[in-house]
């Protein structure tokens, strides 16, 4: 009787003791809705696969909120070890001197394995240092497509997706003489048609390969190639080729309607247009303008990535480093793209669902790795690393908007909009400098 007491007392000792052993690592996202639902059940099943850590996933609002939190928390040492942060927010993570534990680093100094090669490369870009060293984990990547109703299209006698501006300008004037009122929308304005149509023309957004180079970046958009292609939009607005449709996705709305037989939106859109479409559409790559380069470059990312803070102990970024694996392991990513329609990270994650046969059963959902997987990355096709990158985007919209409502031409909403931007660079460069 005595031996079976001291028994259930080192039990229920070494319960306790593994109960107070597991390290806590909080995790501040953005994801709301059904995707939000999802990192809870990425961070279970973490938690579920080991007993030494527990991550707690913390949705704090979206992106500007969340991001906009942690600096607060910083500043009041209360900070979480793993933020999510969208990519226009790269640079002034980067900019943070003290405030971030470089994943690469975090890696190797926990003892976790990290090989830089599995990741899709064209993804991992836009989070890498000028060493190509991985200074945060991506986790929700997306780049723009374009989506197209084929039911409108089959009643036009269209057989063939567009690849090139010029065919979407023929397509969108057959599909309004068979009834349809516009061609095509779009959503994000200013990432679909001046940031991912440069990077397809393999052009450069911005100076000092698009601020990689450093803080004294200045922008270019407002050279010929993104003038041309502004100023042609102009002109489809007036005559119903293009509908504005405001500065985030509300675009959806007008294809789920049909209103719209066209749609450039971001990758991670499917799942939506295929709830909400009642008709049978299609996904193809970004078009290009044909005569203005031979074979177009890959897009850049959207979405977010995963960022480290300092200020936690030891124990606590093994346990990071830990879920970073984890969370980059093919099964998971698999899971989380084909749920999300977000890009997969790693190679061995877009070669799993494709032998799981998803983009067969799911048509169309392959197009953003196609394309994002076309060629190497370049200096004009890596990404965009601007400081001020959301107030810029915010001066770009104003730009664009002018145009589509006809008050200014497209060279002169493009000079004042570069004007103004590298007033928010200076201003960040100062900052930081």
């Known amino acids: 009787m005595h031996n079976l007491k001291l028994a259930s007392a080192v039990i229920g000792m070494s319960i306790a003791g593994s109960g107070f052993a597991a390290t806590e690592v909080e995790w501040w996202h953005a994801m709301g809705g059904a995707n939000g639902e999802k990192v809870n059940e990425i961070a279970q099943g973490f938690n579920d696969s080991q007993d030494a850590y527990v991550v707690k996933p913390v949705y704090k609002g979206n992106y500007t909120e969340t991001m906009t939190s942690a600096i607060a928390a910083f500043r009041a040492k209360q900070q979480p070890a793993i933020v ?49 060293k991985m200074l945060s984990m991506p986790f929700n990547s997306s780049t723009p497509v374009l989506y197209y109703n084929k039911d409108l299209f089959k009643k036009a006698g269209i057989t063939q997706a567009p690849k090139t501006w010029q065919e979407v300008e023929t397509t969108a004037k057959k599909l309004q003489q068979s009834g349809v009122s516009c061609g095509f929308t779009t959503a994000w304005q200013s990432w679909v048609h001046l940031e991912n ?181 370049t200096a004009n096709t890596k990404g965009l690393r601007l400081g001020n990158f959301v107030q810029i985007r915010g001066v770009i919209d104003e730009a664009l908007e002018s145009v589509w409502s006809g008050d200014v031409d497209a060279q002169t909403a493009l000079n004042t909009a570069v004007k103004r931007g590298n007033a928010l660079l200076r201003k960040f460069e100062n900052a930081n400098d």
């Open 84 to 132: 999510q942060v969208f990519e226009v927010g790269t640079a002034s993570m980067m900019a943070a001197k003290g405030a971030i534990y470089p994943v690469n680093e975090l890696m190797r100094e926990a003892g976790q394995s990290f090989d830089e090669s599995a990741y899709l490369s064209a993804v991992t870009g836009y989070y890498t240092s000028s060493e190509g």
């Open 197 to 377: 149509l440069s990077a397809r023309h393999n052009v450069p957004f911005a100076s000092l390969d698009n601020g990689f180079g450093g803080l004294k970046t200045e922008l270019t958009f407002n050279d010929s190639l993104q003038v041309a292609h502004v100023e042609k939009m102009g002109e489809w607005q007036k005559n119903g080729i293009f509908s504005y449709s405001g500065r985030t996705n509300d675009g959806a709305a007008k294809f789920y309607s049909e209103e719209c037989a066209m749609f450039t939106e971001s990758s991670a859109g499917y799942a939506g247009i295929k709830r909400n479409a009642k008709f049978d559409f299609g996904v193809t790559e970004l078009p290009y303008w044909e005569g203005k380069v031979k074979q177009p470059s890959n897009t850049i990312i959207g979405g977010a990535s995963l960022w480290v803070l300092q200020g936690h102990s030891k124990e606590e970024y093994k346990g990071v480093a830990s879920f970073l694996s984890y969370l980059s392991r093919a099964s998971v990513q698999a899971d989380w793209h084909q749920f999300s329609g977000y890009l997969p990270i790693t190679k061995a994650a877009y070669s799993l669902t494709k032998g799981q046969g998803f983009y067969d059963a799911n048509l169309g959902t392959e197009t953003a790795v196609t394309q994002m997987t076309t060629g190497t990355p």
